[in-house]
């Protein structure tokens, strides 16, 4: 487990906007989200490592501003990953100062800052038209339904109508699995 995956343990009388501390007030928010599990540990994740890197550097998240964001954003940029051992790709940081965002919005609701700081924060730009998850080719496509038109059985027609919907849907297993 790296450090930011691990959330930071703050006395709560340090903050007293948020009595049972921040990742409380995380839980709480993420309860009142439709959002899958995985998801919600993205997510909580995401939240936790703000606010280990704001303890490192002894910031008040709900002191920030914009200009603390700027430099959280440049930071998660120049992060390599553990899994791909590459820097996080623009889709990951902007997803990570998305829900950064949310959480300083439910914050607001609760009156506990007075602005988000990450409205005004610079996010790296992502092209919606371009994802970086690799599909199967279309020959693999047909490969695929090709075997489950051959099956036979009781389950044969769940099994072809399950991966027709995943291939022409673009769905992913997590969207499937729920």
Known sequence: MRPHDTPVQYRPS???ALP???MAVTDAWLRNRRLSEHTRDAYRRDVAGWLAWCAARRLDPLRANFLHVNEYGRALENTVSARTGRPL???TVA????ALSSWYDFLVKLRAVELNPVAGADRP???RDHSGTVGLAPDEVDALLSAAEAETGPTAARNRAAVALLADLGLRVGNWSR
Request: charged share 30%; glycine share 6%; net charge positive.
């Open 125 to 127: 730009r992502v092209d």
């Open 89 to 91: 790709t623009p889709a």
């Open 20 to 22: 049972d501390g921040p």
């Open 14 to 16: 340090a903050y007293p």
């Open 95 to 98: 997803r990570k100062l998305s």
